[in-house]
């Protein structure tokens, strides 16, 4: 209906609403009123009419999508009604009508049922007969909140959704029996399982944007047990913000699962050692070192430089700072393998940085067991022209980007970084470069990762692979890997290996069946499949080795390994007479180079 036609149908509408408010109260005050009009009668209720076209237009009564009505649509009719009873008796009084106070009380009181009953029944007609009852889901909404009534809202007002929301949980017992938007208010978080079999729930919602991780963790376990598709409400933020609606709700991720509070950053201090600086960043296309870059730009550097090999994942990366901050940071990509010395001298020497991340790597554990040349080529070598263009530029601090599969070594990959590190830690007592490294558990959601794996699995109807039943891993997001490699840069000193707090490490197979039950299925619907521990595989991962603990942690959530001495005779050998190892020899040389270093350290510190 056009706005003229629906404007037009309610003004028809109020006038005769109006008018058969006025007549009913002017009938009561006046039983022996005879069947011809009074003229009083017919002054008094042109002055109403008119009066109430007025407020009704000042508070846009005709304006309204009447079929959301709430609180706040009847509060304008409130207002615009008052307003219209309170002319009328003004217009008596400095008149010479006469002045009926019941009269006008009654007219009020009449309006307002009348006014606010049309309204409000069109809306109930909407909700109660013209939306579909057949095939929607129930859902339960976990917080009866601002949020959880927002969702609860929007869920009753888009029955194009199917989903109805049927309950509410919430631990705060004051809400516990009442009823929001006429749901009940089912009971607590530990109510969770009985609620869902009481009322038939097909979906979960979590609306409660303020909840700690670790209560979250708790809910998520309790929701795990009733085998129902559990959800999350979008950040409220992002909802401001325009970038999702309400009822798009995100699955449950595995970062919900950690239990732990995300890591803060120092902003004083990053802001004083990045801000107006130029920072190149290699392997700026990657999922840790686009990440960084985004973070890297929340602090107006003056210039970031954005090195990778990949044309398009840097053009990517290129294009998204751009458009979010490309007219307070100078952005400048840059092609470039960090295995060619003379292309990082190039780079260094056009832009000198004063902070470089080294996020450059091949990280894939079985892969380069298969490809312990490219491993060593890449993540040794690389390196090595990576830091001495920084040493010889006088860049001010060189961050590099390492693993917790550097400590104790039984892979390729995992012995490459750990010769980074120790090739870094070189340079850092030659040059006036400040060199530290920062070591990361699993990263959820990097390229790679397990979680995809697991996601993408559940979603073709499994099974869910799983190496072994016993193997364990720390786990951290993208965004806590990115701050701690810059939170790592404001707190170097030189030779440090920074490693984040990731609390308890977490069986692989728990966050296997907490994917799957969060998805909606059973054990029995997704099976778990036990795969064998792949080549170079860890059982469980170690953040520091016992000869780099330090008992002070330097930053809250981060600790600090102490500087170890290396033997950089045993890596320059292993540089100069790279290419006349085969793939074998190469893959012992690296790992004997690091254990029996590791090993002769530990047995000095005894």
């Given at each position: ?51 109430y076209y007025i407020f009704a237009n000042s508070f846009l009564l005709y304006n309204k999508s009447w079929e959301y009505a709430s609180v706040m649509e009847l509060k304008s009719i409130f207002k615009a009604v008052t307003l219209t009873i309170i002319a009328t008796a003004a217009f008596q009084l400095f008149t010479s009508l006469n002045f009926y106070p019941r009269m006008l009380l009654s007219v009020w009181m009449m309006t307002m049922f009348f006014v606010g009953g049309s309204r409000f029944s069109w809306r109930l007609y909407l909700d109660h007969c013209l939306k579909p ?349 990115s701050r701690l490699v810059i939170q790592a840069g404001s707190l170097a000193k030189g030779g440090e290996v920074f490693v984040l707090d990731m609390g308890e490490p977490v069986k692989i197979v728990d966050l296997a069946k907490n994917l799957i039950e969060l998805s909606g299925f059973s054990l029995d619907e997704i099976t778990i499949k036990y795969s064998g521990i792949r080549p170079g595989e860890k059982m469980f991962e170690e953040l520091l080795n016992e000869n780099e603990v330090n008992d002070v942690p330097i930053y809250p959530k981060i600790l600090v390994g102490k ?44």
């Amino acid at each position: 209906m056009s706005y003229q036609k629906r404007f037009l149908l309610l003004a028809v509408l109020d006038s005769v609403l109006v008018l058969a408010a006025a007549v009913i109260s002017y009938i009561q005050f006046h039983p022996l009123l005879r069947s011809v009009p009074d003229k009083e009668l017919l002054l008094n209720s042109l002055i109403l009419l008119i009066s109430y076209y007025i407020f009704a237009n000042s508070f846009l009564l005709y304006n309204k999508s009447w079929e959301y009505a709430s609180v706040m649509e009847l509060k304008s009719i409130f207002k615009a009604v008052t307003l219209t009873i309170i002319a009328t008796a003004a217009f008596q009084l400095f008149t010479s009508l006469n002045f009926y106070p019941r009269m006008l009380l009654s007219v009020w009181m009449m309006t307002m049922f009348f006014v606010g009953g049309s309204r409000f029944s069109w809306r109930l007609y909407l909700d109660h007969c013209l939306k579909p009852k057949q095939d929607m889901k129930k859902v339960l909404i976990i917080g009866a909140g601002q949020a959880g009534t927002l969702v609860a809202r929007q869920l009753l007002n888009n029955p194009e959704l199917r989903l109805v929301p049927a309950a509410f949980i919430d631990d705060d017992p004051g809400k516990l029996k009442l009823h929001i938007l006429g749901i009940p208010v089912a009971g607590a978080t530990a109510d969770i399982v009985e609620t869902v079999e009481k009322y038939q729930i097909n979906n979960i919602v979590i609306a409660i944007p303020s909840l700690k991780k670790f209560e979250m963790n708790k809910i998520f376990l309790e929701c795990s047990k009733t085998k129902v598709k559990t959800q999350v409400m979008p950040k409220i933020e992002d909802v401001m913000l325009g970038k999702v609606a309400v009822n798009q709700f995100r699955e449950v991720g595995v970062e919900d699962l950690l239990g732990r509070e995300p890591v803060e950053l120092d902003i004083e201090s990053i802001s004083e050692y990045i801000s107006c600086k130029t920072v190149l960043v290699t392997g700026a296309g990657g999922s840790i070192g686009s990440e960084i870059c985004r973070q890297i730009c929340k602090f107006s550097p003056k210039k970031i430089v954005l090195l990778g090999h990949g044309e398009n994942s840097i053009y990517q990366i290129d294009m998204e700072l751009r458009n979010k901050y490309g007219q307070t940071v100078e952005i400048v990509p840059a092609i470039g393998d960090i295995q060619d010395r003379d292309r990082m001298m190039e780079v260094m020497a056009e832009h000198h940085p004063d902070v470089v991340y080294h996020a450059a790597a091949h990280k894939h554990v079985p892969l380069m067991e298969y490809n312990p040349r490219e491993a060593v080529k890449n993540n040794v070598l690389g390196t090595k022209n990576v830091a001495e263009a920084a040493h010889q530029h006088k860049v001010g601090t060189f961050v590099l980007i390492s693993s917790d599969k550097a400590v104790n070594p039984t892979n390729v990959m995992g012995a490459t970084k750990r010769i980074a590190e120790m090739v870094i830690q070189h340079f850092n007592q030659q040059s006036g470069t400040k060199f530290v490294a920062v070591r990361f558990g699993n990263v959820l959601g990097s390229r790679g990762s397990v979680i995809p794996l697991f996601k993408k699995q559940i979603k073709a109807g499994g099974p869910v692979t799983v190496t072994h039943p016993e193997m364990t891993r720390y786990f951290m997001t993208i965004p806590e890997a990115s701050r701690l490699v810059i939170q790592a840069g404001s707190l170097a000193k030189g030779g440090e290996v920074f490693v984040l707090d990731m609390g308890e490490p977490v069986k692989i197979v728990d966050l296997a069946k907490n994917l799957i039950e969060l998805s909606g299925f059973s054990l029995d619907e997704i099976t778990i499949k036990y795969s064998g521990i792949r080549p170079g595989e860890k059982m469980f991962e170690e953040l520091l080795n016992e000869n780099e603990v330090n008992d002070v942690p330097i930053y809250p959530k981060i600790l600090v390994g102490k500087s170890s001495p290396s033997n950089y005779e045993m890596i320059s050998n292993l540089i100069q007479n790279f290419y006349s190892f085969n793939e074998r020899d190469l893959k012992d040389y690296v790992l004997n180079l690091v254990n029996k270093k590791e090993k002769k350290l530990s047995a000095i510190s005894k």
